[in-house]
């Protein structure tokens, strides 16, 4: 799996918008990018993957450059309660067996701090 | 909301202990994991499991041993317990093909500390 870059921490006002970076300039064409978060110390929870399109969900939305070589995970207006610790993972995609290729690899994350 | 259980959620036990933590899914999963994770550190993988006897190891040794006879339970027991098994066990489960594959459901974790 292609290693990911994110910066350790950041910061955010309550309400406005949280951009969290991750470089994976060694994706290859067959590997999705996955986002999870882990709020204090509690189970990680998936927010949201894309291969090449950008994606928007009820959560967020990722924004994925076009040589897929980074991505940007948006909340659009943060609250306190998206305090947490937000993981960019790079795994193959649509197949969760044979091997180890399915199974995820959590880095050290960026710590976002929500502040009123 | 995920319906993967792990019980104790909390557990004090002294050196030389045997312990099993459970973890039990209902949404049918194929895939099973454990992850150990250390205070305000990465989460690492230390056993998975595809179905029902299948058992393999993770990218971080471990003591631990772990069993699926059901599809829907994948305990993980220590037979002798020590201080440098402190940690906190994550179990997680997730489909095997997709679409159910890229989601990864986790439970709520055993915090075990070892006297």
């Known amino acids: 799996d292609a290693k990911t870059t994110q910066p350790p921490s950041m910061d955010c006002a309550e309400g406005r918008a949280a951009n969290l970076p991750c470089n994976h300039s060694?994706?290859?064409?067959?590997?999705?990018v996955y986002w999870y978060r882990q709020i204090h110390s509690q189970g990680p929870q998936y927010i949201i993957h894309?291969?090449?399109n950008n994606e928007t969900n009820e959560m967020a939305s990722l924004i994925i450059t076009e040589d897929r070589k980074s991505s940007t995970l948006i909340l659009p207006h943060a609250t306190l309660r998206d305090t947490a610790v937000y993981y960019c993972?790079?795994?193959?995609?649509?197949?969760?067996?044979?091997?180890?290729?399915?199974?995820?690899?959590f880095g050290k994350g960026t710590k976002l701090s929500v502040k009123p | 909301e995920a319906d993967i259980y792990q019980t104790p959620r909390y557990l004090v036990i002294g050196t030389g202990k045997k312990i099993t933590l459970e973890c039990s899914q209902t949404?049918?999963?194929?895939?099973m994991y454990w992850y150990q994770q250390d205070p305000g550190m990465e989460l690492h993988l230390i056993h998975y499991?595809?179905?029902?006897?299948?058992?393999e190891k993770g990218d971080l040794s471990s003591e631990s041993t772990v069993s699926r006879i059901r599809t829907e339970h994948f305990p993980l027991t220590l037979e002798s317990a020590r201080p440098s098994h402190t940690s906190q066990y994550l179990c997680?489960?997730?489909?095997?093909?997709?679409?159910?594959?890229?989601?990864?459901?986790f439970g709520p974790g055993t915090r075990l500390t070892v006297t």
């Open positions: 499991s595809y179905g029902v006897n299948s058992t």
């Open positions: 894309g291969l090449k």
């Open positions: 060694t994706i290859s064409g067959n590997e999705y």
């Open positions: 949404m049918g999963h194929d895939k």
């Open positions: 997680a489960s997730s489909g095997l093909f997709f679409p159910g594959s890229y989601e990864q459901y």
């Open positions: 993972i790079v795994r193959v995609g649509g197949r969760n067996y044979g091997g180890s290729q399915g199974n995820l690899i």
